[in-house]
């Protein structure tokens, strides 16, 4: 069975400061890899997606992930965060079965300060 | 282009009534559809997943249940609800052979 790790669960960030929220995913084949994002009360948008080929994968809102197979992570980055970033963030993986279950993580609350 | 709707998108409710939240999801056939739980703090919880009429996995005992009547149609429930059952509730489609889950509203479930 798959499992998602974020060690971390609460995040503070200055407004135009780096970002980097952290993934451990345990899985048994390649794994498919989520990251989605939460607004308070609402529900979640995928960020970006990993199957295979390019370990540096680019999302939405200049949020990009790599995947590092030998360190089992997939974190994601933004190089300069916006008071919009602020929301709670998940990781996921994904079966690669014709049942499409995730395992989520626990999720990272991003606070940004001003 | 495909969308989901999730209703009611609150709902308080005491303890020991029936529950009934809906899943509709338009622009796609034969989608495998969802069922999370989002409690407070916590990340989410599969609950239920279809692919297809009537077929019906649970992933965790609970007192919830769920039916899929329809293609595109996935309904969460529960005879008699209890104060645990408080959470977001989100239901997910998917594509067969698509491989990223699409996300509906969620309902905020509340029990007192």
């Known amino acids: 069975a798959q499992s998602v790790t974020q060690p971390d669960i609460h995040i503070t960030v200055s407004e135009g400061a780096s970002l980097e929220l952290r993934c451990n995913y345990s899985?048994?084949?390649?794994?498919?890899l989520f990251w989605y994002v939460q607004s308070p009360g609402q529900g979640l948008q995928l960020l970006l997606k990993?199957?295979?080929?390019?370990?540096l994968v680019q999302g939405i809102k200049g949020f990009e992930a790599e995947f590092k197979r030998s360190q089992s992570s997939f974190n994601l980055r933004k190089p300069s965060v916006h008071w919009s970033d602020a929301a709670e963030y998940f990781c996921a993986v994904g079966t690669t079965d014709s049942w499409g279950k995730f395992q989520f993580g626990a999720g990272t609350q991003v606070v940004v300060t001003p | 282009s495909q969308t989901i709707h999730q209703w009611p998108a609150t709902l308080v409710q005491p303890v020991g009534s029936p529950l009934s939240l809906e899943c509709t999801v338009e622009?796609?056939?034969?989608?495998?559809l969802y069922w999370y739980r989002q409690a407070a703090g916590r990340g989410l919880q599969l609950l239920f997943y279809?692919?297809?009429?009537?077929?019906i996995s649970s992933e965790v005992p609970q007192n919830l249940s769920a039916s899929r009547p329809q293609d595109r149609q996935f309904i969460l429930s529960s005879k008699k609800l209890l104060l645990s059952d408080s959470g977001f509730y989100l239901c997910a489609w998917r594509s067969t052979g698509v491989n990223e889950q699409f996300f509906g509203p969620g309902t905020r479930l509340t029990v007192l």
């Open positions: 899985y048994g084949a390649t794994p498919y």
């Open positions: 990993y199957f295979s080929g390019d370990t």
């Open positions: 622009g796609t056939s034969n989608p495998n």
């Open positions: 279809s692919v297809g009429i009537g077929q």
